[in-house]
């Protein structure tokens, strides 16, 4: 089967509708991506089945409708090769989303992405989280931000809910030891400005390992001190 018909019909699978315009521009993605990776690491994930499910629609497994408002401002903070930013935009072309990668070979795939799906408010950056987090401009910026990143989610969150505006969110897309994690994150969260109110486990069609998205609601700016200089998260996590 092509991607495509795969991306389709796992979609389908999933309780996903596509439009025909969507699956088209899920499809350039995908080609695109497979492309540059030949000269540039962008992803151990190349065969179609496998980035339709693992890539595509383990994005989509993020979006809540009541979260995501029309308009709303998105930023992706250590997207890669644009997961899941990407796949939110192709699905709802409104929003305005902001792919932040400290990588500029990646920034430039993701350039290329959006000029040839023809996108319009989609912005990139290319920094370390540490700093942009620090910048006025971005800083308690944004509606959402979503990580797909491997980092542990108490680092994920020093990164991320800077970037939040009180009463926004901040979505991470975890693996199998998201329960743990979140447990270690707890403190971490509240001394951030932020509060769980959501954890969705989530079954990827076809595939047997245990995934989750974590919604973390902004209900206080971040105290000034974070997040911490480049590098200090990792070694000594709050």
């Known amino acids: 089967m092509i991607f495509r018909d795969i991306l389709a019909q796992s979609a389908n699978e999933y309780g996903l509708q596509l439009t025909e315009k969507q699956v088209e521009d899920f499809t350039s993605y995908f080609e695109t991506l497979v492309e540059w990776n030949e000269k540039v690491n962008l992803t151990a994930i190349t ?14 497994s993020c979006y809540d409708e009541e979260i995501f408002k029309t308009g709303a401002t998105i930023i992706d903070v ?23 990668d400290s990588l500029n070979k990646r920034i ?21 989280a540490e700093d942009g987090g620090k910048n006025k401009q971005l800083r308690e910026q944004y509606d959402i931000a979503v990580s797909r990143a491997v980092a542990r989610l108490t680092v994920l969150c020093e990164w991320c809910l800077p970037f939040v505006a009180v009463g926004g969110f901040f979505i991470a897309l975890k693996g199998s030891k998201y329960s743990q ?40 700016k971040t105290p000034p001190a974070y997040p911490r200089r480049p590098g200090t998260a990792e070694k000594n996590p709050l």
């Not at 447990?183 to 109110?197: Q, S």
């Open 47 to 60: 065969a179609p089945q496998d980035v339709a499910i693992k890539h595509m629609i383990d994005s989509l």
């Open 108 to 128: 430039l795939f993701l350039q290329a992405v959006a000029e040839q799906l023809g996108m319009n408010d989609i912005n990139f950056v290319h920094s370390r």
């Open 78 to 100: 250590g997207t890669g090769a644009g997961f899941p930013g990407l796949p939110l935009k192709i699905f709802r072309p409104d929003i305005k989303l902001t792919l932040f």
């Open 181 to 220: 994690e979140l447990d270690e994150a707890k403190g971490a969260i509240r001394l951030l400005g932020g509060e769980v109110v959501k954890v969705q486990k989530i079954k990827l069609p076809g595939i047997d390992d245990v995934r989750a998205v974590i919604y973390i609601k902004k209900i206080k």
